[in-house]
């Protein structure tokens, strides 16, 4: 395939800009990850969720069982969201009775998140198609290199897992 091929920009020293779309990895990203999110919207559409409503509701599954139910800003810390989306779509899911959102005993301005029973065996199948969906999608691509990729832009660009830090480039 040989090497790519830029445009040296003189004015910002080091920086490269490609002569193609197909050799930007910003470009590639874009349209890999709209391509992604389409085909977890057509693998979540059967279940009546989005691909945020998922996440929400996996996490606060997850969270429970680890660590009993989260409040709503350890779920968005936990699910990498916005607090205030994080409870709308929450409101949202509350209104399907896929969730509770119950005062918290030790924090009377805070409120904890407990996944109903209809959304525990909800996501049993919602996981599974999520599941076969990622498997279909990066396939064309050997697991080990994707996943060194998308680790090392992870560690990179977002807070680690759960940290409640904000996500931002690591400095380095």
């Known amino acids: 395939m040989g090497e790519p091929s830029v445009v040296r920009n003189g004015s910002e020293a080091g920086f490269e800009r490609a002569a193609k779309p197909g050799e930007s990895p910003g470009f590639l990203l874009w349209r890999v990850t709209l391509s992604w999110q389409r085909a977890l919207a057509a693998a979540l559409r059967p279940y009546g969720l989005t691909h945020v409503q998922f996440v929400l509701l996996a996490g606060a599954g997850r969270l429970g069982e680890q660590e009993g139910p989260p409040t709503q800003r350890r779920l968005a810390e936990h699910s990498g969201t916005d607090p205030m989306m994080t409870s709308q779509v929450l409101r949202t899911l509350e209104g399907k009775g896929l969730v509770e959102r119950v005062?918290?005993?030790?924090?009377s301005r805070a409120k904890r998140v407990r996944v109903t029973g209809?959304?525990?065996?909800?996501?049993?199948?919602?996981?599974?198609?999520?599941?076969?969906?990622?498997?279909?999608?990066f396939a064309p691509a050997p697991?080990?290199?994707?996943?060194?990729v998308l680790n090392a832009l992870s560690e990179a660009w977002c807070a680690p897992f759960g940290s409640g830090a904000p996500a931002t480039r690591a400095e380095g």
């Open 103 to 107: 005062p918290d005993p030790a924090d």
């Open 118 to 137: 209809a959304a525990a065996a909800l996501l049993v199948d919602a996981m599974e198609a999520v599941e076969r969906a990622d498997a279909a999608f």
């Open 143 to 148: 697991r080990g290199a994707a996943l060194g």
